[in-house]
């Protein structure tokens, strides 16, 4: 495709169930980030994947997070049992990353816990 | 790890004057320093980025400036405009060995009629 999709957009769901959020990176890239943005927040780094090697997982915030990345391509974040305090929205990002390191953004998926 | 700093969290200039944001980084290997504007709703987007092996960089009305013996970089918006508000991230990353970017909390900035 042309940019970075997620899916969904919007995700409403009810407190203690799971969610899986998607990212379609841009052909080729082989960085790719999940971010969460609170309401009038910054930037939240979560997890970056980089070609092969292994993920950095530092930002996510407890074990219910998780985030898997199939090659160079898909990448799909989990949280298990949500709380209404992951209430955000979910950005991904993906680079090309050797030579033109430019973060190109998904429209992010906005996650309501209710 | 690297650490960004950036400030001020909000920033309020009238139309036509300059505005400028300022970020610290804390990891001397850090050497692509990028700009992102995100407006009301909307995904950031790059807007400028500059490389360690330059000091400054322009692009219309935007510029950015980079100190490595100090470690920080600085936004430069000349004649705003309306159009110009939004809130504006800094970031770090080392090219080499594929970094990932690490972000500032951000500046709102608003531009007054």
């Known amino acids: 495709g042309a940019g970075v999709s997620q899916s969904p957009s919007n995700k409403v769901t009810e407190k203690g169930k799971d969610v899986e959020l998607r990212c379609d990176p841009i052909?080729?890239?082989?960085?790719l980030y999940w971010y969460r943005q609170r309401l009038g927040q910054g930037l939240e780094f979560l997890i970056y994947?980089?070609?092969?090697?292994?993920?950095?997982k530092s930002g996510l915030p407890s074990d219910r997070f998780s985030a898997e990345r199939t090659g160079e391509s898909v990448s799909t974040l989990t949280i298990q049992r949500t709380q209404q305090e992951d209430s955000a929205v979910y950005l991904c990002?993906?680079?090309?990353?050797?030579?033109?390191?430019?973060?190109?953004f998904g429209q992010g998926t906005r996650l309501t816990v209710v | 790890g690297e650490n960004v700093e950036q400030h001020p969290s909000t920033l309020s200039v009238q139309e036509g004057d300059s505005a400028v944001i300022k970020c610290t980084y804390s990891?001397?290997?850090?050497?692509?320093f990028p700009w992102y504007k995100q407006e009301l709703g909307k995904r950031p987007q790059l807007i400028i980025d500059?490389?360690?092996?330059?000091g400054e960089k322009k692009d219309q009305r935007i510029a950015v400036t980079l100190n490595k013996t100090a470690k920080h970089f600085s936004l430069h918006i000349t004649e705003t405009q309306p159009e110009d508000s939004a809130v504006y991230f800094c970031?770090?990353?080392?090219?080499?060995?594929?970094?990932?970017?690490?972000f500032g909390q951000g500046t709102r900035l608003t531009i007054n009629p």
């Open positions: 994947f980089q070609g092969n090697s292994a993920p950095d």
């Open positions: 970031a770090a990353s080392m090219v080499q060995g594929a970094q990932k970017l690490v």
């Open positions: 990891d001397s290997a850090s050497n692509y």
């Open positions: 052909s080729g890239h082989t960085a």
């Open positions: 500059i490389r360690s092996n330059v």
């Open positions: 990002a993906s680079s090309f990353s050797l030579l033109n390191t430019e973060a190109f």
